[in-house]
C-alpha cells in the first residue's frame, strides 16, 4: 500500500519564530526622517544657546556617516542633502574667516558623497552575504525537513535548535519517511559538533531517506545506517579526520498498537498516556552505529505499545544533559509528569522553554525535542498529489 509523507500545516508559533537572517534590514524612511530633523533641531537650539551656533552646526557633517552604517543608499543621500543646505547656508551668512567657511563646507559635501558609497558598499556586500545565506538555509531544510510531518499513521511535531544560532543545522538529526511498511522516524547525535559532525549526520539522513522504503525490516534499515557511518568513517579516514560515531533511535510504526524500536546508545523514548510517564526499550541498547564491529551480538527489535492517546517523546542530549548554573542536570522525567495531557505541539515547546529557564539561556549543546501521536483517524489510500488538508490537533 503506498504511503505519503507530508508536511503539517506550520503552528502560528513557528511563523512567528521564522529565521530573518535572509533579509536586509534598514529603518523606514520616515524614521530617518525624523531622527534627522531632530538631532538638527538639538544642535541648533543649542548652539543658539551657547551662542557658537555654526561650530556646532559642522558637528552634523558626521550624521551621514552613521546613516551609512545603518541606512539604504538613497536614505543616506536624503540625510547628506539635508546636512549639506544647514550647514552650508548658516556658513554662507557667517562672518567668520572665509577659508573656515569654505573647509566646512567642503566637509559637508565629501563627508555626505563618501556617506552615500560608503552605504552602497555595505548594501552590495550584505547583499551578497544574504544571499549566500538563503542559498544555505534552502539547503539545510532539505537535509532537516521542516516540522510538523504528518503520514497517515503519526503526526510528528517537535523543536530543533543548533547550539551555534547562525546554522539551522548541527549534529542532531531526525526524519521521517512514510514506506509500504508503515512509518519510520529517525531521530540521532552525532558524535562531535562543526561542519565535520554535519557532514555525518548528511550521510546518515540520505542513508535512511533511502533504506527507508527498501528494507522490510527495522533492524535491516539500521544495518544500512550502519554501512552509512562506516563508509564516512572510511573517507575521513583517509582526509586524516577522527572517526565519529551515531547515537540513534529507529521507530517503525503501523495501523496496529505495537511500535517496534531499535534503540543504538541513545537516549530510550518516554511514553506518556494515562497520567504515567514511562521510558520504553530500557536496557535494550545496542552499541551506538559505527561501533556494531566492537560487540558480538546483533541489533534486534523490541516491541512495546503505543495506543491512540498516547504521545512518544524523542530527544538528544542537549536536552537531558543541560545544566543549571548550579551543575545540576536536567530533569526530564520529572518535567515531564507535569505535561502529561497537552498536545504534541505544545509538550515539545513547553519542554524547550523550561530547559532555556533551567539553565537561564546557556545552551551548551544541539536540541532536538520530537513529540510523536498517533493519527486520530486512518486517511486511506492517498496519492502523492494528494491535497494537504487541515492537520488535526493531536
Not at 57 to 78: D, E, K, N
Not at 204 to 209: E, I, K, P, Y
Not at 327 to 354: K, Q
Request: charged share 20%; glycine share 8%.
Amino acid at each position: 500500500m503506498f504511503r505519503s509523507l507530508r508536511a503539517a500545516p506550520v503552528p502560528v508559533r513557528s511563523r512567528a519564530d521564522r529565521d530573518d537572517s535572509t533579509s536586509i534590514r534598514t529603518p523606514p524612511t520616515r524614521a530617518v526622517a525624523l531622527v534627522t530633523v531632530a538631532v538638527t533641531v538639538v544642535t541648533v537650539v543649542l548652539g543658539t544657546v551657547a551662542e557658537t551656533a555654526v561650530l556646532l552646526i559642522g558637528l552634523l557633517v558626521f550624521l551621514p556617516a552613521f546613516a551609512s552604517a545603518l541606512c539604504t543608499p538613497r536614505q543616506t543621500a536624503l540625510v547628506s542633502a539635508w546636512v549639506s543646505v544647514v550647514v552650508i547656508v548658516p556658513v554662507a551668512l557667517s562672518t567668520e574667516q572665509l577659508a573656515d567657511r569654505v573647509t566646512l563646507a567642503l566637509f559637508a559635501l565629501g563627508f555626505g558623497a563618501l556617506a552615500v558609497y560608503g552605504s552602497s558598499l555595505r548594501i552590495t556586500r550584505e547583499g551578497a552575504l544574504v544571499r549566500l545565506r538563503s542559498t544555505a538555509a534552502a539547503m539545510q531544510r532539505q537535509i532537516l525537513r521542516p516540522l510538523p510531518l504528518l503520514t497517515d499513521d503519526v503526526l510528528v511535531d517537535g523543536v530543533y535548535e543548533p547550539v551555534q544560532q547562525d546554522k539551522l543545522v548541527g549534529g542532531d538529526i531526525y526524519d521521517v519517511a512514510a514506506t509500504p511498511w508503515g512509518t519510520r522516524v529517525l531521530i540521532g547525535d552525532v558524535q562531535g559538533k562543526g561542519l565535520p559532525a554535519i557532514g555525518m549526520a548528511i550521510d546518515v539522513v540520505g542513508a535512511f531517506r533511502e533504506a527507508a522504503h527498501r528494507e522490510p525490516t527495522v533492524t535491516a534499515l539500521v544495518d544500512s545506517l550502519e554501512a552509512a557511518v562506516v563508509r564516512h568513517n572510511g573517507y575521513a579516514e583517509q582526509r586524516g579526520e577522527p572517526e565519529r560515531f551515531v547515537t540513534a533511535v529507529v521507530l517503525g510504526m503501523d495501523p496496529g498498537t505495537e511500535t517496534q524500536l531499535v534503540t543504538c546508545g541513545h537516549i530510550p523514548p518516554y511514553l506518556l498516556h494515562d497520567g504515567a510517564v514511562t521510558a520504553v526499550g530500557a536496557g535494550t541498547e545496542h552499541a551506538p552505529l559505527g561501533l556494531a564491529d566492537l560487540v558480538d551480538e546483533p541489533r534486534t527489535v523490541s516491541w512495546f505499545p503505543f495506543p491512540a492517546g498516547a504521545t512518544l517523546l524523542l530527544c538528544t542530549d542537549g536536552l537531558t544533559e543541560a545544566r543549571s548554573p548550579a551543575g545540576t542536570f536536567y530533569p526530564l522525567e520529572a518535567r515531564l509528569a507535569g505535561h502529561v495531557d497537552i498536545t504534541a505541539g505544545r509538550l515539545t515547546h513547553a519542554l524547550v522553554d523550561d530547559v532555556h529557564a533551567f539553565t537561564e539561556g546557556a545552551q551548551q549543546d544541539d536540541l532536538a525535542v520530537l513529540a510523536v501521536r498517533r493519527s486520530p483517524h486512518r486517511i486511506g489510500s492517498t496519492s502523492a498529489s494528494a491535497p494537504l488538508g487541515t492537520a488535526p490537533v493531536v
